[in-house]
């Protein structure tokens, strides 16, 4: 089942093909014309096999940044130079932990929050995107789980602010916030 994206900067296809329901798919790009459509589609393939699941994160120039399960069945994220795409010259960003990485969005071009699900919680993390070194946990509220996906919250990340809700069915209420992040 295909799938596509482009790049932040809008000059790279993204094509994702994965294989039924598991977390597991290929990752081809192609480098987008200034204008129009190319006249044929010559992909480049990052990963033509179905070992693990890559999920574009975040770009800064040729360099893709991609959450995995590569060896990581927790997530963990790579750097991919597109000029040099081998295996052997991927290099890790963050390593796996102890707690799954649920979900990476990239604020201001190099800044990561990062979900980690932490003992039936999640928990956010400021990263920096380039090195993957920590610069602060981000204090919520406790509440069971931060849900993204499902109709229990949504979180949503703007520049630097985090706008949450969540609804927690073990305290039976609503709980709903800001925070001023990062800079």
């Known amino acids: 089942m295909p799938g596509c994206e482009v790049s932040d ?3 790279i296809l993204l094509v994702y093909i994965s294989k039924g329901c598991e977390p597991v798919n ?23 096999n179905f070992d693990a699941e890559y999920d574009f994160i975040a770009n800064k120039g040729r360099v893709f ?8 069945d927790r997530y963990k994220l790579i750097s991919v130079d597109l000029d040099n795409p081998s295996q052997e010259n991927w290099k890790e960003i963050m390593a796996e932990k102890t707690s799954v990485l649920e979900w990476i ?8 929050v990062t979900c980690y699900m932490e003992d039936c919680v999640n928990r956010l993390y400021i990263h920096q995107l380039e090195s993957g070194s920590l610069i602060q946990a981000v204090d919520l509220p406790r509440a069971p789980s931060w849900d993204t996906a ?34």
Request: net charge positive; aromatic share 14%; glycine share 10%.
């Open 9 to 11: 900067c809008g000059t």
């Open 26 to 48: 290929k990752l081809w790009v192609h480098d987008l014309p200034d204008q129009g459509l190319p006249e044929q589609f010559n992909f480049t393939k990052i990963v033509d």
């Open 65 to 72: 940044y991609l959450k995995t399960n590569l060896k990581a």
């Open 105 to 112: 969005g990239c604020v201001r071009g190099n800044l990561l």
């Open 150 to 183: 499902a109709e229990a919250g949504f979180l949503y990340v703007f520049q630097v602010h985090v706008v949450y809700q969540s609804w927690c069915y073990l305290l039976h209420g609503l709980i709903k916030g800001r925070r001023q992040l990062y800079g």
